[in-house]
């Protein structure tokens, strides 16, 4: 059962609006979260995580928001560029650090130029 | 920067064959992990590896074994090929525990396995 689930396929945003890519997770003991993104023929990539600990982390462009009690994060990216265009994956740990780490299915954003 | 190669970006093998899938990573981290990717399913964790010569089971082990001789390599063995195995496979590495943001995982560009 998918622990971690990414319920938008596809977005397509115009250059400089906002994005919102949402995740939603089923386990409360899910303490650490994360957002990479893949670009076609390469690896995931780190791009950024937030703590159970906190509500928002931004860095940059992209900021991540943590809801816990709707057990829900999004990542904003503002103003989005072609460049961001890519599939942004969510995972989420237990106990902080853990090597376990649980993906979603990925959501595909293409930014319209 | 970290460098995580796979072998082989495209594979094809016949069914019942046995299949090394091996990774290398340049920046002596502890950690080494084997993921599959799916169309709706994400990434799922096959295997990861801690030390060398340790081992623990993901999510997804069935079907699959691995070695870890020696810190920087990390090999995905298929005892015996099945069609059901054809997928894309991620290898990935870590300082630390993956889900720390400065331990973040450092991905290869993937090896494309199909199964005839």
């Known amino acids: 059962d998918q622990q971690v689930k990414q319920n938008s396929p596809s977005l397509s945003v115009q250059e400089g609006r906002i994005s919102i890519l949402n995740c939603d997770y089923t386990?409360?003991?899910?303490?650490?979260f994360l957002w990479y993104k893949k670009y076609p023929a390469e690896g995931p990539t780190f791009l950024i995580s937030i703590s159970s600990i906190k509500d928002k982390n931004e860095d940059g462009r992209f900021t991540v928001f943590l809801n816990k009690s709707a057990k829900h994060l999004s990542l904003h990216i503002v103003p989005s560029q072609p460049g961001d265009s890519a599939v942004y994956f969510c995972a989420a740990s237990g106990l902080s650090g853990a090597n376990n780490l649980f993906f979603g299915t990925g959501t595909r954003l293409t930014v319209i130029p | 920067d970290v460098k995580v190669t796979q072998s082989s970006r495209y594979l094809v093998k016949r069914t019942g064959e046995k299949v090394f899938l091996e990774c290398v990573q340049d920046m002596d981290h502890e950690n080494m992990f084997w993921y599959r990717q799916d169309p709706g399913l994400g990434l799922r964790l096959i295997y990861f590896?801690?030390?060398?010569?340790?081992?623990e089971k993901g999510d997804i082990p069935e079907g699959y074994s691995v070695s870890r001789e020696k810190k920087e390599r990390f090999s995905l063995i298929l005892e015996s090929a099945s069609t059901n195995q054809t997928s894309m496979y991620l290898c990935?590495?870590?300082?630390?525990?993956?889900?720390?943001?400065?331990?973040?995982?450092?991905f290869g560009n993937g090896t494309r396995l199909t199964v005839t």
């Open positions: 990935a590495s870590s300082l630390g525990g993956a889900g720390f943001s400065n331990s973040p995982l450092h």
């Open positions: 590896s801690y030390d060398v010569k340790m081992k």
């Open positions: 386990n409360s003991m899910f303490d650490y």
